[in-house]
T-cell receptor
Framework: DTGVSQNPRHKITKRGQNVTFRCDPI?????LYWYRQTLGQGPEFLTY????????KSRLLSDRFSAERPKGSFSTLEIQRTEQGDSAMYLC???????????FGSGTRLTVV | GEDVEQSLFLSVREGDSSVINCTYT??????LYWYKQEPGAGLQLLTY?????DMKQDQRLTVLLNKKDKHLSLRIADTQTGDSAIYFC????????????FGTGTRLTVIP
């Protein structure tokens, strides 16, 4: 297992378009998290899955954002009708119990033009 | 809400010790974490400390926790140029929720 994998690494899109990112967590990790990181800031929590169940969502996750983890393995994060303010690094992380900390992926950098 | 604060920048000479400080507001946090982020990369977990401990050492890294003052520090001994990165502290929220709250990060620059 090579860790948490995110695709694509970079995405440039025009305002108003929809984008989808994928995260493949460490295979034995049942917990999966999405975070957003803007320049000069720490990561901000978006949402959390335990297996296929989405158990927590941040108020940052507007109705244009949707995340799924259909089989409890990989996850997708979709942003509809992108806005320039959505430009950020989107980070995925996974963990087994949470207490030991997460393993982060390298992120998907989104630029909305 | 939770508020994790860090100074933005730190410069040290190669071979010296670095001390990165963090203050947090939630005294009921159970775990506190230090992550490292290199340019263009995700975050790498360096170490974590349980709230009933006051010190943890792991090779060149020493974490000190002062619960009374809600102060966490990370000491890196014999700092190397490869330690140049942004360092984030993070805390667990009190509510039993499963997310972490991160500070804004401290950019460590190691001068050869």
């Amino acid at each position: 297992d090579t860790g948490v994998s995110q695709n694509p690494r970079h995405k440039i899109t025009k305002r108003g378009q929809n984008v989808t990112f994928r995260c493949d967590p460490i295979s034995e990790h049942n917990r999966l998290y999405w975070y957003r990181q803007t320049l000069g800031q720490g990561p901000e929590f978006l949402t959390y899955f335990q297996n296929e169940a989405q158990l927590e969502k941040s108020r940052l996750l507007s109705d244009r954002f949707s995340a799924e983890r259909p089989k409890g393995s990989f996850s997708t994060l979709e942003i509809q009708r992108t806005e320039q303010g959505d430009s950020a690094m989107y980070l995925c992380a996974s963990s087994l119990s949470g207490a030991e900390g997460y393993t982060f992926g390298s992120g998907t950098r989104l630029t909305v033009v | 809400g939770e508020d994790v604060e860090q100074s933005l920048f730190l410069s040290v000479r190669e071979g010296d010790s670095s001390v990165i400080n963090c203050t947090y507001t939630d005294s009921s946090s159970t775990y506190l974490y230090w992550y490292k982020q290199e340019p263009g990369a995700g975050l790498q977990l360096l170490t974590y400390i349980f709230s009933n401990m006051d010190m943890k050492q792991d090779q060149r890294l020493t974490v000190l926790l002062n619960k009374k003052d809600k102060h966490l520090s990370l000491r890196i001994a014999d700092t190397q140029t490869g330690d140049s990165a942004i360092y984030f502290c993070a805390e667990t929220p009190p509510t039993g929720a499963n997310n972490l709250f991160f500070g804004t990060g401290t950019r460590l620059t190691v001068i050869p």
